[in-house]
């Protein structure tokens, strides 16, 4: 710590979602004091678990998966210990209705070739597919197309791809892992993703998946700052703040405090409705308000039965887009433990409806399956019934075991506003860390990170916010982020 502070610098953290937990972590192990404010009562924000109130089972409140690219999101987990808590794998199963699958996996090829292989035998496709999707990865591995206000549907057009080729392969990877639909998604969003997880190398596109239910997963991550001197507050919403000459005033329902520094780690609606009434705040106020959300939907079902051997799967052509076997990924100790209940606020589950009976087969040779639709428009409006209902029959298409076994109990869980829509243009509208007020930084990720809304995303911008304070407080050398993985074979021919 600099000659400057004659004792640690308070740091006021506000929220305790993904980006302000790394930044109150990197910042309490640089000696720094930090105070973690959280308005729910539990860590992990928008990657949460809690016991669900209708079906007595704890369940996250989506699956969530990380990429080998995700560097930060391993050294957060890494510098949190619990990094063997991930279970990596390194091919992807992709269904057609009836069952059919096609194996993605990669070879010994040097990269971006390594996939070929797999790409050359899927089932799943046809020739003209294959040589389409090759030649619009031939034109992004050398670097990221600028953002032009094309959208990437238009961009796939004008390279020569099939529908299938779109339906089957560009849109299936991409409104996962942007939640946005094709039309409505900017070229270097969809650029940045191709690259980082299919053709920089075969490491960069492991899928991990958390074996433990989210919370238990991130509630370390409080335990981490407390033990280095901090403070974690749960149930501590905070309203707003004021910026001072040499610090900030947080203001909270019953009173205010100061601190020598604030990360605003909330989400982008929360933050605009927290600014300050002041011309300052105008230029941040109007960014914000630019950012649109995209929903995602949870289905969570359990069988009386197994209903297929696989650990997850991608499902072609239908509503639902991913199905993972949660008594396969997740120990059933774990989805037991009592948890907290689903609270108010951003993120927070819609109303929950549970189907039949809750007597839970899982721990009688049942499963546990949970369906994901990204970028779920077409769902919001749809009642629970409807929507188990469709999951269901479409289920049925995949797995045909599913058609006999007896659907136990039932939930869907909406997050309406997921994340921010990787829009065209949208890059224009996410901030930099640092803010008008020199002792104010924002983190999230819906910020300028580079990354899409993920959990790397949101690390990366926790990372970058503390690196901002710890240079401010005169740690000039600090650096939290970490490298990207090194591009392997061909690619390292390429800059961009
Ligand atoms: C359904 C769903 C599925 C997803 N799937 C994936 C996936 O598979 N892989 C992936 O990488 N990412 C996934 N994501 C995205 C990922 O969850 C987010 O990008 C990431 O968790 C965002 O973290 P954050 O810290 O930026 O924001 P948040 O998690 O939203 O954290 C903000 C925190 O601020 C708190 N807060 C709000 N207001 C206040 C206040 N006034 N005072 C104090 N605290 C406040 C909130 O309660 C919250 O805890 C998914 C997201 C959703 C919703």
Same mark, same amino acid.
């Given at each position: 710590?600099?000659?400057?502070?004659?004792?640690?610098?308070?740091?006021?953290?506000?929220?305790? $979602?993904?980006?302000?937990?790394?930044?109150?972590?990197?910042?309490?192990?640089?000696?720094?004091?930090?105070?973690?404010?959280?308005?729910?009562?539990?860590?992990?924000?928008?990657?949460?678990?809690?016991?669900?109130?209708?079906?007595?089972?704890?369940?996250?409140?989506?699956?969530?998966?990380? /990429?080998?690219?995700?560097?930060?999101?391993?050294?957060?987990?890494?510098?949190?210990?619990?990094?063997?808590?991930?279970?990596?794998?390194?091919?992807?199963?992709?269904? #057609?209705?009836?069952?059919?699958?096609?194996?993605?996996?990669?070879?010994?090829?040097?990269?971006?070739?390594?996939?070929?292989? !797999?790409?050359?035998?899927?089932?799943?496709?046809?020739?003209?597919?294959?040589?389409?999707?090759?030649?619009?990865?031939?034109?992004?591995?050398?670097?990221?197309?600028?953002?032009?206000?094309?959208?990437?549907?238009?961009?796939?057009?004008?390279?020569?791809?099939?529908?299938?080729?779109?339906?089957?392969?560009?849109?299936?990877?991409?409104?996962?892992?942007?939640?946005?639909?094709?039309?409505?998604?900017?070229?270097?969003?969809?650029?940045?993703?191709?690259?980082?997880?299919?053709?920089?190398?075969?490491?960069?596109?492991?899928?991990?998946?958390?074996?433990?239910?989210?919370?238990?997963?991130?509630?370390?991550?409080?335990?981490?700052?407390?033990?280095?001197?901090?403070?974690?507050?749960?149930?501590?919403?905070?309203?707003?703040?004021?910026?001072?000459?040499?610090?900030?005033?947080?203001?909270?329902?019953?009173?205010?405090?100061?601190?020598?520094?604030?990360?605003?780690?909330?989400?982008?609606?929360?933050?605009?409705?927290?600014?300050?009434?002041?011309?300052?705040?105008?230029?941040?106020?109007?960014?914000?308000?630019?950012?649109?959300?995209?929903?995602? *939907?949870?289905?969570? /079902?359990?069988?009386?039965?197994?209903?297929?051997?696989?650990?997850?799967?991608?499902?072609?052509?239908?509503?639902?887009?991913?199905?993972?076997?949660?008594?396969?990924?997740?120990?059933?100790?774990?989805?037991?433990?009592?948890?907290?209940? !689903?609270?108010?606020?951003?993120?927070?589950?819609?109303?929950? #409806?549970?189907?039949?009976?809750?007597?839970?087969?899982?721990?009688?040779?049942?499963?546990?399956?949970?369906?994901?639709?990204?970028?779920?428009?077409?769902?919001?409006?749809?009642?629970?019934? #409807?929507?188990?209902?469709?999951?269901?029959?479409?289920?049925?298409?995949?797995?045909?075991?599913?058609?006999?076994?007896?659907?136990?109990?039932?939930?869907?869980?909406?997050?309406?506003?997921?994340?921010?829509?990787?829009?065209?243009?949208?890059?224009?509208?996410?901030?930099?860390? #640092?803010?008008?007020?020199?002792?104010?930084?924002?983190? $999230?990720?819906?910020?300028? *990170?580079?990354?899409?809304?993920?959990?790397?995303?949101?690390?990366?911008?926790?990372?970058?916010?503390?690196?901002?304070?710890?240079?401010?407080?005169?740690?000039?050398?600090?650096?939290?982020?970490?490298?990207? /993985?090194?591009?392997?074979?061909?690619?390292?021919?390429?800059?961009?």
């Amino acid at each position: 710590m600099s000659e400057r502070w004659t004792q640690a610098p308070r740091v006021a953290v506000v929220g305790g $979602g993904l980006a302000g937990l790394a930044a109150g972590c990197a910042l309490a192990d640089s000696g720094f004091h930090v105070t973690l404010f959280e308005r729910r009562p539990f860590l992990g924000g928008r990657a949460s678990s809690y016991e669900h109130p209708g079906t007595g089972e704890v369940v996250d409140n989506c699956q969530h998966v990380l /990429l080998g690219c995700c560097t930060n999101l391993v050294k957060f987990y890494r510098r949190i210990g619990v990094e063997e808590k991930i279970r990596w794998y390194d091919r992807l199963t992709f269904l #057609e209705p009836g069952g059919r699958a096609s194996v993605i996996e990669p070879s010994s090829l040097p990269a971006p070739l390594h996939t070929a292989p !797999a790409f050359l035998r899927a089932a799943c496709l046809n020739w003209p597919d294959k040589l389409a999707i090759a030649g619009a990865m031939a034109a992004l591995a050398p670097m990221t197309p600028p953002d032009r206000g094309e959208s990437f549907l238009t961009w796939l057009r004008r390279h020569g791809q099939t529908e299938r080729a779109i339906g089957r392969f560009w849109k299936t990877v991409l409104v996962s892992a942007l939640n946005e639909d094709l039309d409505r998604v900017s070229v270097p969003s969809a650029a940045q993703v191709m690259r980082e997880s299919f053709l920089k190398s075969a490491a960069a596109g492991r899928m991990g998946v958390p074996t433990v239910p989210l919370t238990e997963l991130y509630s370390v991550a409080g335990d981490y700052i407390s033990m280095r001197g901090g403070e974690v507050r749960l149930r501590a919403g905070v309203d707003g703040f004021r910026a001072e000459f040499a610090g900030v005033r947080l203001l909270f329902p019953g009173g205010e405090d100061s601190f020598d520094f604030a990360v605003l780690a909330v989400p982008f609606e929360v933050l605009s409705r927290m600014l300050p009434q002041t011309s300052a705040a105008e230029p941040l106020r109007q960014t914000l308000d630019q950012l649109e959300t995209s929903p995602i *939907t949870g289905i969570h /079902l359990w069988f009386d039965r197994q209903i297929t051997d696989l650990d997850h799967a991608v499902l072609l052509d239908r509503t639902i887009q991913w199905m993972f076997h949660k008594s396969k990924l997740v120990a059933p100790a774990s989805r037991r433990q009592p948890a907290l209940s !689903a609270v108010e606020g951003r993120g927070r589950p819609a109303p929950a #409806e549970q189907c039949a009976t809750p007597d839970n087969g899982d721990q009688q040779g049942g499963s546990y399956v949970e369906l994901v639709v990204s970028s779920s428009k077409t769902l919001v409006e749809k009642s629970r019934a #409807e929507i188990i209902d469709l999951a269901l029959s479409e289920l049925r298409e995949f797995f045909p075991e599913a058609r006999t076994a007896n659907l136990v109990k039932s939930t869907v869980i909406k997050e309406v506003h997921a994340t921010y829509s990787p829009r065209p243009g949208v890059d224009l509208h996410r901030p930099q860390p #640092e803010t008008v007020w020199p002792r104010v930084f924002l983190a $999230g990720d819906w910020t300028a *990170t580079g990354w899409p809304a993920t959990m790397e995303g949101a690390v990366r911008s926790g990372y970058k916010a503390a690196e901002c304070i710890a240079q401010v407080a005169g740690q000039r050398d600090a650096t939290f982020l970490a490298p990207d /993985l090194p591009p392997r074979g061909f690619m390292r021919l390429f800059r961009g």
